[in-house]
């Protein structure tokens, strides 16, 4: 049953709450908050006598989004408004002495009105609304210097914008100090309406930029993004740098500049260079720069002279009066080849177990990953005799590549270069050969880059994230992450201990399957169950929980797999579908040792495709002749074998060890007689006579202990592949041999023995996708004695024998 689904699905695959107000109980009036004209001032400019802390010009504004009103609503509505570090008025300053405040309705034709303590009240024109309605400002009464409360009557109207002037005088004027406004009403809801800020003093200086920081290798020279200077306050240039002022750039320790003088442009203006020395410019910016609001600058060259990688080359701008402003321009790297995806994008969330049409669920994803963008640093930095290589994590699979590019690199057809690519990789990676680009002119400006975007599907047990490794002989690993799988349903089962009892043995738990996300799974989508060598009776009962709104129909049991279809698609919640009363039955020839459950939607698979008999009809009729791949570019229907596959390579195992068949009066067997050897950097060991390959070598770890594969070590001694088990969910593996369980967990440093913990003398790890424990440790806890380790071979041997 593996065999066949591992071929047949993997081929499949690559082809009001409202606050209580006034109105509660008749009506609704909602309003957001928002500063319009907020000021920025530098310390000099709030402080002279001109300004003289005064703010002019500012005003927090309400728009109605919500006024429902009902006849006998309440429309009187008061208005708290409250200033922090300033206020409405001073005795003896700029402002007068008697209190008046703005308030301007905005409707159909705005109006303003202005109004004291002791005024009498005002209202505003009525052609402000078309209907007519009138609202008039009852009273304005200032409780403080920094506080005013305002009662207006009237119905608003839905987007109309009532605006309250900010006129007012700063109380501290320090580089950095804010002034804000905080509005409110117990009448209304007003959104946004907290510290919101008007008024502000910054630092009079320079603000500079880059479009991105670049990468530089080690003593090598890169030009900058484009370098914006303008003035954090003021209008233009001028504001900052007086009449004949000079604008000077400087760079880091470690960095200079490079090029020539003529290499520099200007988006404006002509500035004179005054000097142009290793590590500093100094522009005479003129009066056309002086009237721009922005100076652009290109063709700035860097470089790393004596600067390590990691370090950061820093640009200061400055001139004179004014604060110095550092931007970050470039970084060393110590590769000189970076592989990225935009930053900024978000990782595609693709489901796993369903090919690019997403047939059997109704998601809408292309399956395509985050653009890939490999380049170099520096023209000639490629080395084009070596073999480069881009890998994906096991059971995630190349369905076709969208838009490759290849600047600069000589390829004549780029989508031909990527099906070699896979076809060199051994159709799990993309190997390019040597030799099959032209690598650049170090005298060049053209620099090679390569883009392009994966479609990609994955194993139906895979999820998370697909981090793509470039690895090479004249490159630096790197990874990126590029995109996400999750599965479309979940399965939770438990381990059952049965004896064999041949017919109608009964599994005492229940099987539920869990749908992603509501309405996912299509109508007429079909699921099933099968055991590894072990067939299910006819008696199995499918259940649907009661919210979803899911149905399912066609339950029944053929050749030994349990099957039932999707009759309509779950509504507002995700299904939960509960397969109990399972029976199962068993030859009485099969071993004791644990049998995995296979759960999976041949629909989703493309096993099911309406013109043959369903999966469990066609269970163990289909030999194992190779993964069937789908041409990589997805230009044609040609079906071809491309790589030869092994129980792991496309699992669909929900649960493993689902079933463990126990004999009551079993005898210890805990003793080996098979001696293995295992050498370290090899992939392959020794079993007896036997020279068998592994698909990850032994090796030395960090602390200087070989490891050895657990699951290859274990079956080469004897133990049956079935009983050496492992939970994903908590990276455990387990191995059942004789009286004994033995297990141990990823990144621990302890085994447990039939439950007691032995301490081990390095922790478990996992590598390329296996579990690696060290020689003495598994040693003992498989109740091997003697091991013998050749330092001149690095070889380790596991001498069985009783």
Do not use: C
Not at 296 to 317: N, R
Not at 500 to 526: C, F, H, M, Q, S
Not at 659 to 674: L, M, Y
């Amino acid at each position: 049953m593996k065999k066949f689904l591992s071929m047949v699905m993997a081929a499949a695959m690559v082809v009001s709450l409202v606050p209580a107000t006034a109105f509660a109980a008749s009506g609704d009036v909602k309003a957001t908050a928002k500063v319009v004209g907020s000021k920025n001032y530098t310390q000099d400019e709030i402080e002279s006598s001109k300004v003289n802390k005064k703010v002019s010009g500012p005003e927090v504004q309400l728009t109605f989004t919500t006024a429902d009103y009902a006849e006998s609503s309440k429309t009187a509505v008061k208005y708290t408004l409250s200033l922090d570090n300033a206020n409405f008025y001073k005795d003896g300053s700029a402002i007068a002495s008697k209190p008046e405040l703005s308030i301007t309705l905005k409707g159909d034709k705005p109006d303003t009105v202005t109004i004291g303590e002791s005024g009498p009240q005002k209202s505003f024109d009525s052609k402000v609304f078309a209907s007519g309605e009138v609202v008039t400002v009852k009273s304005v009464k200032f409780t403080d210097n920094d506080e005013v409360e305002v009662v207006i009557d009237g119905k608003m109207e839905r987007g109309a914008v009532l605006a309250f002037d900010l006129t007012s005088v700063m109380d501290k004027t320090t580089k950095g100090k804010q002034a804000k406004v905080t509005v409110e009403s117990d009448d209304i809801t007003i959104s946004n309406g907290s510290d919101l800020t008007y008024a502000s003093v910054e630092s009079k200086g320079i603000k500079a930029s880059v479009k991105d920081t670049v990468d530089v290798a080690p003593e090598e020279m890169v030009e900058l993004k484009e370098l914006k200077i303008e003035p954090a306050v003021g209008d233009n240039i001028g504001a900052i740098i007086k009449t004949d002022g000079k604008l000077k750039l400087k760079l880091s320790s470690g960095f200079e500049f490079a090029g020539k003088k003529t290499d520099l442009k200007f988006s404006v203006g002509n500035p004179t260079i005054d000097s142009f020395e290793d590590d500093e410019i100094v522009l005479n910016i003129g009066d056309v720069v002086r009237g721009a609001d922005v100076l652009k600058i290109t063709g700035l060259k860097v470089e790393a002279t004596s600067a390590k990688a990691g370090a950061v080359a820093t640009l200061k701008v400055y001139a004179d009066g004014n604060d110095t402003v550092s931007v970050e321009v470039a970084k060393v790297v110590d590769s000189a080849v970076v592989m990225s995806v935009d930053k900024d994008a978000d990782v595609p969330v693709i489901y796993s177990g369903v090919n690019v049409k997403n047939v059997g669920i109704t998601s809408s994803s292309d399956h395509e990953a985050l653009e890939v963008t490999v380049k170099e640093t520096f023209p000639g930095a490629w080395d084009d005799a070596k073999d480069f290589t881009f890998k994906l994590p096991q059971g995630v699979y190349i369905a076709s590549v969208q838009s490759p590019s290849a600047d600069n690199m000589q390829v004549a057809d780029v989508q031909k270069w990527f099906e070699g690519a896979y076809d060199k990789g051994d159709y799990e990676a993309l190997t390019f050969k040597r030799r099959t680009w032209t690598e650049t002119e170090p005298s060049s400006k053209n620099k090679a880059e390569l883009k392009f975007t994966l479609v990609l599907v994955a194993d139906p047990n895979f999820e998370g994230d697909v981090a793509l490794t470039l690895t090479g002989d004249a490159l630096k690993e790197q990874k990126v992450t590029v995109a996400k799988f999750v599965k479309p349903f979940t399965v939770e089962a438990k381990q059952n201990d049965l004896q064999i009892d041949y017919r109608n043995t009964k599994v005492p738990t229940d099987v539920v399957i869990k749908e992603a996300e509501a309405g996912l799974w299509d109508k007429n989508t079909t699921f099933a169950l099968s055991l590894d060598k072990i067939d299910f009776d006819d008696d199995a009962k499918v259940t649907v929980d009661s919210k979803s709104g899911l149905k399912v129909k066609d339950v029944k049991t053929t050749k030994g797999a349990v099957t039932f279809k999707v009759d309509s698609k779950s509504d507002d919640k995700p299904a939960e579908v509960t397969i109990s009363g399972l029976t199962l039955f068993m030859q009485r020839n099969l071993p004791a040792g644990a049998y995995d459950l296979d759960v999976f939607s041949p629909v989703m698979l493309g096993v099911d495709n309406g013109n043959r008999e369903s999966v469990a009809d066609q269970k163990g009729t289909i030999k194992d002749t190779g993964f069937l791949s789908q041409d990589i570019l997805g230009t044609s229907t040609t079906k071809r074998v491309v790589a030869d596959i092994n129980d792991d390579f496309y699992s669909v195992k929900a649960k493993a060890g689902f079933v463990n068949i126990i004999t009551a009066g079993r005898e210890d067997t805990d003793s080996f007689t098979t001696k293995v050897v295992v050498p370290v950097g090899e992939k392959y060991l020794v079993s007896g006579e036997n020279k068998v390959e592994i698909d990850v070598p032994a090796y030395i770890n960090a602390g200087g202990y070989t490891m050895l594969p657990l699951r290859a070590v274990s079956v080469a001694l004897g133990i049956n592949s079935n009983n050496v088990l492992w939970d994903q969910s908590t990276r455990t593996a387990t191995i059942m041999y004789g009286s004994k369980i033995i297990s141990m967990t990823s990144g621990q440093k302890v085994v447990y023995v039939n439950a007691a913990p032995i301490p081990a003398a390095t922790s478990v790890e996992i590598k390329d996708g296996r579990m690696f424990l060290g020689l003495r440790d598994l040693g003992n806890a498989l109740g091997v004695t003697d091991i013998t380790w050749d330092q001149a071979t690095k070889t380790a041997t596991l001498n069985g024998g009783k």
